[in-house]
C-alpha cells in the first residue's frame, strides 16, 4: 500500500507565500515523473508543475516565475514553492506520483490540500 500525504497549504495574503510538501510512503522501487495539479471551484483539474526523475521541470503559463518545483528522492518527497500568489491561485492541490510497487508502474495521488489567497 503506497500512501502520499500532502501538508503546507492554508490561508495567505496576496502576495505572500506558501510551501507545499507531498511525502510517498509504502512499498516503492522509483518513483518517476512528479507533479503538482489544482482544481478551483467549478474548473477542471489542471496541471500546475512536474518534475521528471532526472530534474526536468516544466510549469503552467500562470505559475512560470512565481511556483518552483523540487523533489528529494531520498525522502520520496516532491516540494511546491509559491511566491507571488494571487488570488486567482486559490484552489485544492492535488500531489502525483507515478511509481513502481509490485513490479508495476502505479499513478498515485495525494487527499489534497487547501490553498487560499485572499486579495
Known amino acids: 500500500q503506497v500512501q502520499l500525504v500532502e501538508s503546507g497549504g492554508g490561508l495567505v495574503q496576496a502576495a505572500g507565500s506558501l510551501r507545499l510538501s507531498c511525502a510517498a510512503s509504502?512499498?516503492?522501487?522509483?518513483?518517476?515523473?512528479m507533479g503538482w495539479y489544482r482544481q478551483a471551484p467549478g474548473k477542471q483539474r489542471e496541471l500546475v508543475a512536474a518534475?521528471?526523475?532526472?530534474?526536468?521541470?516544466n510549469y503552467a503559463d500562470s505559475v512560470k516565475g512565481r511556483f518552483t518545483i523540487s523533489r528529494d528522492n531520498a525522502k520520496n518527497t516532491v516540494y511546491l514553492q509559491m511566491n507571488s500568489l494571487k488570488p486567482e491561485d486559490t484552489a485544492v492541490y492535488y500531489c502525483n506520483m507515478r511509481y513502481f510497487s509490485g513490479g508495476v508502474s502505479r499513478s498515485g495521488w495525494g487527499q489534497g490540500t487547501q490553498v487560499t489567497v485572499s486579495s
Open positions: 518534475i521528471t526523475s532526472g530534474g526536468s521541470t
Open positions: 509504502g512499498s516503492i522501487f522509483g518513483i518517476n515523473n
